[in-house]
Structure formats: C-alpha cells, structure tokens
C-alpha cells in the first residue's frame, strides 16, 4: 500500500504530541517536516545500513569514451543519485553469458602502464564515487558498445510533498519516530523516553535487515595473503593485484 510523505510527517508530529489526528498540519510545520525527512533519508543513504536492495542495471559501453559516469546527468542515468560504490561488474556476452570484470581501487588504476589501451573486452573497472556522476573507467577502454551488468546498492529516494512511495516493512516505524526525533528540538518539546526507546529499536530492525556479511577466503586453511572465493586472480601487466 503506498505512503504519502504527509503522513509520516503527520503521525511524527501526534507522536510528539504538537498536533491530534483529527486537524490538518499547517504549512510551516509540513515544510519543515518534510525537509527533516529528507535530510534522514540522505543520512541512512550515506551510511549504507539503510539501503534495502541491490541493483543489477544493465548498460551499454560508449567506444573511446573515458570516464563513463553514473548518477542524476550521468552516461548512466541513476535518478536517486550516484552509487556509492561498484559491487560487482561483468560484460554480457552473445547468449547471455557473463563474464566477470573485476573491480579495482584507485592505486591500481593509478600504477596502470597503459591507461589509454584500447579492446573489445573490458577485463578491468575502477569507479571513481565523484559528485554529483561517479566516473566508470573501464579497462581497456571500449572500442565497441558491449552491454554491461553492473551491481550497487539502492539508494532512498528523497520526497518532494505530495509524494507517494513505498518502503519494505519496517520502514514506516523507523521513519516516524526518527523524525519525531529530529523535530523535538525545532519545535521545543521533550521527547519521551519511550518514544527514544522505541525509535532505536526500530532503526535497528531495519539495519540489521540490510547488513551484508562480505564473503572472504584464503589461499589455503588458516593461511594468510588468499584471493576471492573464486581464486586467485590472474597476474596483470602493471603488476597490481
């Protein structure tokens, strides 16, 4: 069933006891209402534990074209705002095969021999999280426009007023009492006990929901310096592993 943002906003305001269930709020205070239940969700997006799926966005690589950028204007259209990180990358192949990119940080790419090195098969990605696109630079750069899968979290969509959307269970309570939280200082009321009480535990049901456990191995039992679950990786020209 959709939400409309009026009524978290609304039922934050009865749980602070500023307003009854029966009069509608007034603008001034649905103004600030929304604007603090914007700035929660851009909270729990940049701390990651409120981000409840991942993405698997299928792309099409542009030839020559370095960076590739993700995000509101990007090369990759992503209206809730750039990924904060790249997961995962593979290239489809004819008859939907995929085959894995791997994802690099900015040492490797930095140590690259040959950042400009051209050919129709991507082996390599590092993502770059700049503002307000994050930039793709794939390696070798692309020469023809091979689909791409690429996984990141989900981000929460801010809300503008009169919007309807939907969240997974959990959500709703979370939401509510953190923004009535947020707006006892503004409004120069106390918070009950209970209410502080009953908002971190609902956070906490929902962040517990949504932390991913990375998997790790090692090369063998109980040794050191052990790649991915996969294996190790190939050696690479510029000696960066």
Do not use: C
């Not at 978290?8 to 749980?15: C, Q, S």
């Not at 705002?81 to 990119?101: E, K």
């Amino acid at each position: 069933m959709p939400l409309f943002e009026s009524d978290i906003v609304g039922d934050a305001f009865i749980e602070l006891g500023v307003m009854n269930a029966v009069d509608p709020i007034d603008g001034n205070n649905a103004a600030l209402g929304l604007a603090r239940l914007n700035m929660i969700l851009d909270s729990w997006n940049g701390g990651g534990n409120g981000v409840f799926a991942q993405v698997f966005s299928d792309v099409t690589l542009t030839p020559a074209l370095v960076p590739h950028t993700i995000g509101p204007t990007g090369t990759f259209v992503v209206a809730a705002g750039r990924p904060a990180r790249i997961d995962s990358a593979s290239t489809i192949l004819s008859g939907s095969v995929h085959v894995p990119i791997r994802v690099r940080d900015n040492a490797w790419y930095r140590h690259l021999s040959l950042p400009a090195m051209t050919g129709a098969l991507q082996t390599d990605v590092y993502y770059e999280p700049s503002w307000p696109n994050g930039s793709l630079y794939f390696w070798p750069v692309p020469t023809k426009n091979i689909v791409v899968t690429l996984e990141y979290e989900s981000l929460l969509l801010q809300l503008a007023s009169g919007d309807a959307f939907t969240l997974p269970p959990g959500y709703l309570e979370a939401l509510t009492l953190t923004l009535a939280e947020s707006l006892a200082a503004p409004m120069r009321v106390a918070l009950s006990p209970t209410t502080v009480e009953n908002a971190r535990q609902a956070r906490a049901r929902v962040f517990a929901a949504n932390v991913r456990i990375p998997r790790i191995a090692t090369a063998d039992a109980g040794m050191p310096g052990g790649g991915p679950l996969n294996g190790p990786e190939p050696g690479h020209e510029s000696g960066w592993y």
